[in-house]
C-alpha cells in the first residue's frame, strides 16, 4: 500500500478523525527511519509515524480473504508439484 493510500484509507474508516492526539515517542536505529522515509517519501517524522500506524492499524485483505476462501478447494482436491 502506498503511503497517499494508507493515510487515505485510515481517514476513510474514521482512524485519523478527531481533534484528540496523544503524544508517541520512541527511539529508533537511524538506518531504519532514512529506509522508512526513502521508501515511503515521508519528509517529517510525524508523517513517518502517523503512516506506520495508519498501516499497522489496517485489516490485512490477504488474511481475510484466505478465512474467506479456506477449504474452497475441497478436501478432496491434490496440489500437483
Request: charged share 25%; hydrophobic share 45%; glycine share 8%.
Amino acid at each position: 500500500m502506498d503511503r497517499i493510500a494508507a493515510i487515505d484509507e485510515a481517514r476513510a474508516t474514521g482512524l485519523l478523525d478527531g481533534e484528540k492526539t496523544a503524544h508517541v515517542s520512541f527511539r529508533a536505529p537511524q538506518a531504519l527511519i532514512d529506509a522508512a522515509m526513502r521508501e515511503t517519501g515521508a519528509t517529517k517524522m510525524t508523517e513517518l509515524g502517523i503512516l506506520a500506524l495508519a498501516t499497522i492499524a489496517q485489516p490485512d485483505p490477504v488474511a481475510a480473504y484466505l478465512k474467506q476462501t479456506r477449504g474452497a478447494l475441497g478436501a478432496d482436491h491434490q496440489l500437483e508439484y
